[in-house]
Nanobody
Framework: VQLQASGGGLVQPGGSLRLSCAASGPTFRYYAMGWFRQAPGKEREFVASISWSGGDENYADSVKGRFIISRDNAKNTGYLQMNSLQPEDTAVYYC???????????????????WGQGTQVTVSS
């Protein structure tokens, strides 16, 4: 499985963006997946994760209530809907997937199996 993230861009504070993570390969449906971000000068941080079935979602406190993670296994694609964006959300966003780590453990995982390239999200007026 390979991942390709897209959908980043420049948005004003309060705006919305939807990131996509397109996966190659027929086994994506068996992988938990998640989103991480890294702002300049900061360490990479967990944003959200979702189980292979979509039944379990997990969020960082900083995005809870504003971001929604989802997936469409028929399209081999995961999504991150980001609402009420703030300047502190500015970062490079990465999607990741793992066949052995459950979604609820993504925030603690040091090395996930598969990473996509990042997509830049900039929130600025």
């Amino acid at each position: 499985v390979q991942l390709q993230a897209s959908g980043g861009g420049l948005v004003q504070p309060g705006g919305s963006l939807r990131l996509s993570c397109a996966a190659s390969g027929p086994t994506f449906r068996y992988y938990a997946m998640g989103w991480f971000r890294q702002a300049p000068g900061k360490e990479r941080e967990f944003v959200a994760s979702i189980s292979w079935s979509g039944g379990d979602e997990n969020y960082a406190d900083s995005v809870k209530g504003r971001f929604i993670i989802s997936r469409d296994n028929a399209k081999n694609t995961g999504y991150l809907q980001m609402n009420s964006l703030q300047p502190e959300d500015t970062a490079v966003y990465y999607c990741a997937a793992d066949s052995a780590v459950v979604a609820s453990r993504f925030m603690f995982a040091a090395n996930l199996e598969i990473w996509g390239q990042g997509t830049q999200v900039t929130v600025s007026s």
